[in-house]
């Protein structure tokens, strides 16, 4: 198998170079899966995009950090547990709720109902369970949320295949296991 390497800002186009330039701003550096993404300037683009257009989401930071971590967990997305982990508990939640997304079950309803949507909707290869949908809409979300959860878990899906198909460094500390 061809060996993917991380480039470096001299690697990529003059328009990856631009995003590249976005993220060190905003965090101090340009993360391993993004840089890797910077290959195509239209592909880190689209991922750019979506993730600032779903800052305006019905969902919360840690409820979109709970999305993330149940997805890469489903998907065995060492790099997004490494990164979502750690955002995760910037944003609030202990280390043991983080696990406990990650196992599929927390003690919030409301969160309850949205990680398992999400659980749902991944290992089914997109067609969610009845008992999970009819769960979200009792916690008190709509088709609006629903389309939105759907593009959360789209985004995840695409860094984690990243991942999966380039096995680039991660550069966080590494997630807790669960048992």
Not at 153 to 177: K, M, Q, S
């Amino acid at each position: 198998m061809k060996t993917i390497t991380v480039p470096t800002r001299d690697q990529v186009s003059a328009e990856s170079q631009v995003m590249f330039d976005t993220f060190t701003k905003r965090v101090g550096k340009v993360p391993n899966l993004y840089a890797t993404m910077g290959y195509s300037a239209p592909a880190l683009k689209m991922f750019m995009d979506m993730e600032d257009d779903m800052g305006k989401s019905v969902f919360t930071p840690k409820e979109r950090e709970a999305i993330a971590l149940i997805v890469s967990e489903i998907n065995g997305c060492a790099y997004c547990l490494a990164g979502h982990s750690m955002l995760a508990i910037k944003r609030g939640f202990t280390k043991e709720q983080t696990l406990d997304i990650r196992r599929g079950h927390t003690d919030d309803e409301k969160l309850n109902a949205i990680v398992g949507l999400a659980k749902s909707i991944v290992e089914n290869k997109g067609k969610a369970d009845e008992t999970s949908l009819n769960d979200f809409y009792a916690a008190g979300f709509d088709e609006a949320a629903l389309m939105e959860l759907i593009a959360f878990i789209t985004i995840r899906v695409y860094t984690n295949y990243v991942f999966a198909n380039t096995e680039i460094p991660v550069d966080f500390p590494a997630a807790d296991p669960i048992n």
